[in-house]
């Protein structure tokens, strides 16, 4: 009976730790916090390809190209990641004029997206002004030997200015434009991490502009596509007669085209200079509308020129039309039509 009776109170025992050890792991289990996690990317840890638009920039110009690329998106990042990276990472010009709108050494240091809006850090050197502080300290130099006048020296330093502005102003539009053309609902915000500063916001004096849109900050906001900062045959145009107004043919000769039909190649430089030195210096221009032929090979500008012969001789031009060839990612003038239009022939 005693016998039986210990096997009755162990088995009664088994079964209330048996209770306990249920209701402890039931314990722990409800006590236990749960924490949000975050989204999963239904790609992430995969490696894919995508096909984006990315803007560089028209050499020395502030213009953008649209050139089509095929991206690898790493496994560790979003295709806004892998756009930023290839913009950052110097890939050589597809085309001639074409270039990185950025300073060597820029980085991303941080791509996050809240909502709509993709923030875009930057490291220091997007606002690298080592150009600038070298025209000063030369241009002093000169002033104080008496070698420039003073208002050459202010020039100077307005033009090294608008050159930096110039610079900075294409690695925004850049960006901008490359993310918003692949996601139009994102806008982007530049920020640049100074030195020994955690990341800030740019001011739109930094970069040259003065426009600030009806933005009631002096601090830049939240961009949209930038449709007005594109290389058109319009503008392609534009920059050929500033230059020769400014007397710089030396900035425009690769904004020729290379072969023109029915006319053959574009000359060498030094023809190709005395030529338009024969044409006259451009005093005066207006750049009007452009149409793009059906299969997009060709375009047409509207323009308006004054020039000046080395006798101070002006004769206007109305309302030519200039003509352009898609060559190379972007439209360049026909250089026989150009000298035609002109009134000169080659």
């Known amino acids: 009976m005693r016998s039986r009776r210990k096997r009755n109170f162990a088995a009664l025992l088994a079964m209330l730790l048996l209770l306990c050890g249920c209701t402890s792991l039931k314990s722990i289990q409800e006590d236990s916090v749960r924490e949000d996690l975050p989204q999963i990317d239904p790609e992430a840890g ?6 984006a638009t990315l803007y560089y920039r028209l050499s020395n110009e502030p213009y953008l190209v649209a050139i089509r690329h095929s991206l690898t998106v790493r496994s560790n990042e979003s295709a806004e990641d892998a756009i930023v990276r290839t913009l950052l990472s110097g890939v050589p010009p597809l085309a001639e004029n074409v270039s990185n709108a950025f300073s060597d050494g820029t980085e991303a240091l941080e791509i996050a997206r809240d909502g709509s809006i993709l923030y875009v850090t930057l490291s220091e050197e997007y606002l690298d ?6 025209v000063k300290e030369e241009s002093s130099q000169l002033l104080a030997r008496e070698e420039i006048t003073e208002a ?5 330093i307005a033009a090294a200015k608008e050159a930096l502005y110039a610079d900075r102003r294409a690695g925004l539009y850049a960006i901008v434009n490359s993310i918003t053309a692949y996601a139009p609902e994102i806008r982007v915000m530049l920020l640049v991490n100074r030195k020994g ?17 009806g933005a009631v900050s002096s601090l830049l906001e939240p961009m949209e596509f930038q449709e007005d900062v594109l290389a058109t045959p319009a503008s392609i145009v534009e920059c050929i007669l500033r230059h020769m107004k400014a007397g710089e043919l030396d900035e425009i000769y690769g904004l020729f085209a290379e072969m023109e039909s029915g006319e053959g190649q574009k000359p060498a430089y030094a023809e190709f200079e005395a030529a338009l030195n024969a044409v006259g210096r451009v005093t005066d221009y207006a750049v009007y509308d452009y149409t793009v032929g059906q299969n997009a090979n060709y375009a047409s500008v509207e323009a308006e020129i004054e ?6 001789h002006a004769r206007r031009i109305i309302r030519t039309r200039l003509q352009l060839k898609n060559e190379g990612e972007i439209y360049r003038v026909g250089y ?11």
Do not use: P, Q, V
């Open 197 to 213: 500063t955690a990341a800030e916001r740019l001011r739109y004096d930094e970069l040259g502009i003065e426009d600030m849109g």
């Open 129 to 134: 002004d080592s150009a600038l502080r070298e």
């Open 307 to 312: 020039l000046t012969d080395g006798e101070s």
């Open 336 to 346: 026989y039509a150009f000298l035609d239009a002109l009134g000169e022939k080659a």
């Open 46 to 51: 995969t490696t894919r390809s995508i096909t």
């Open 152 to 156: 050459e020296y202010n020039a100077r």
